[in-house]
């Protein structure tokens, strides 16, 4: 799903737009216990429990693509017939009123997940009426070319709040108090199906979760039957280790410094091409940029080889799981260095009678520990 598609459906989270009726919830502690069910009414609630439960479900329509939102796709057999699919389709087709359905959902999250407190499973659906929009971009409420049926899902963590002084008045005094217990952001959801080209795809489904170092591979494996994609920030060490193994004597810092412009570069351009379609690399690009470093044909055949392993044989990649736009970073054993990646090219590799030296051109405005220091003429 692009970005425009994701922020239409986030604009249906308030209030004056949405069309989801009610909001079911199975809340359930550490040790896997449902400590209660419910299934609340949203025209019946109070106006900032709405705003409350709808922020959480808008929670799971946010992040970066291919780090927080994964689009995850079925394969045809499992769409045909298959338990996960029957199971996900059922959840929309009963509008989330089958309790059977419900049940069987609950137990598949809770066999699932795991978490050190108590958690919350929400669920909503909503038909959509997608309006139609001209070739310009102007959408036409009155004229809606499709109806878009979904679920959303969203796994909080529940904690118990904060102990406050609180204002007794009866007293007229302040008094320890506790905020009870409060649901965080959600760790992790879904929507189901995919709404791919404004369309109902019920191939896809757009999967959340609030950490790259974890896309719970579990739960995507007990909701969907689908192998989980390596979390992103797994994804940025891998590379960075096969560059170094692949490389070896060849990975330089005039290397490395011109494979971090040139992903930089082309995530500024995609953000300033406003494309719908998601940013993608391969192998092929990454291989172009050492090939212009000078990189032997050995070492890039290396570096195709260990590619694959890592990746995949044809793997598409983000180059935003793979660098850090806004940092660059050397270290040694004792020493860490922060570079703006905008000046990266002002740090280089020398050795000085016999000793490697990392050099870094100061010509104005140093300081230590927010103190300005002079250096002195040689």
């Given at each position: ?9 986030r ?7 949405t069309?989801?009726?009610a909001v079911c919830?199975c809340y ?17 609630m109070?106006?900032?429990?709405k705003?409350n439960y709808?922020?959480v479900?808008?929670?799971v329509?946010s992040?970066a693509p291919?780090k927080?939102?994964?689009d ?18 059922a959840?929309?087709d009963t509008k989330l009123?089958?309790?059977d359905?419900l049940?069987?959902?609950?137990s ?5 997940v ?13 038909r959509?009426?997608v309006?139609?929009?001209?070739s310009?971009g ?13 679920v959303?899902c ?7 709040g904060?102990s406050v002084?609180?204002y ?13 217990w ?7 959801g879904f929507l189901f199906p995919?709404?791919?080209d404004?369309?109902t ?8 979760t609030?950490?790259?170092?974890d896309n719970?591979p ?13 979390p992103?920030e797994?994804?940025?060490e891998?590379?960075g280790?096969?560059?170094?193994a ?9 290397v490395?410094?011109?494979?971090q ?7 500024e351009?995609y953000?300033q091409s406003?494309?719908?379609e998601?940013l993608e690399i391969?192998?092929?690009d990454?291989?172009a940029?050492?090939q212009?470093?000078?990189?032997s ?11 694959d392993r890592?990746?995949g044989?044809g793997a598409?990649?983000?180059p935003?799981?793979?660098?850090a736009p ?6 040694t ?9 905008e ?5 280089q590799?020398?050795v000085?009678?016999?000793t490697?030296?990392?050099?870094i051109?100061?010509?104005?405005g ?5 103190v300005?220091i002079?250096?002195p003429e040689?």
């Open positions: 799903m692009t970005d425009k598609e994701v922020g239409e459906l604009r249906r989270l308030r209030p004056d737009r069309n989801i009726t919830g359930v502690s550490s040790t896997g216990e449902i400590l209660s069910q419910f299934r609340q009414s949203v025209a019946l109070r106006e900032e429990d705003e709808l922020a479900f808008k929670k329509l992040g291919d927080n939102r994964l995850l796709a079925f394969t045809t057999q499992q769409v045909a017939d298959s338990d996960e699919h029957r199971l996900l389709m959840l929309r009123q089958d309790e359905v049940a069987q959902f609950y598949r999250v809770m066999g699932a795991q978490f050190e407190t108590n958690y919350l499973i929400l669920l909503a659906h909503e959509y009426d309006p139609f929009k001209t310009d102007l959408g036409l409420d009155d004229a809606s070319e499709t109806v878009f049926s979904y959303l969203a796994i909080c963590p529940v904690k118990p904060k002084l609180g007794c008045a009866e007293e007229k005094e302040f008094h320890n108090q506790t905020t009870g409060a649901a965080g952001a959600p760790e992790a995919a709404f791919d404004r369309r795809n019920l191939y896809n489904v757009l999967y959340y609030r950490s790259a170092k719970r579990e739960l995507i494996e007990a909701l969907f039957h689908i192998a989980p994609p390596q992103a797994h994804q940025r891998a590379f280790a096969l560059l170094g692949a490389l070896e004597d060849e990975c330089s810092l005039d490395m410094q011109s494979v412009n040139d992903l930089r570069q082309r995530i351009v953000k406003k494309a719908e998601p391969g192998k092929d990454v291989r940029v050492l212009d470093c000078g990189v044909e050995q070492h890039l055949a290396q570096f195709s080889v260990e590619y890592s990746f044989d598409q990649l983000s935003r799981n793979l660098v806004r940092r660059f970073e050397l270290t054993p004792s020493v860490r260095i922060q570079v703006d990646p000046y990266s090219d002002l740090v590799t020398r000085l009678g016999g490697a030296y990392l050099l051109r100061a010509d104005e140093v300081e230590v520990n927010g300005p002079n250096i040689a």
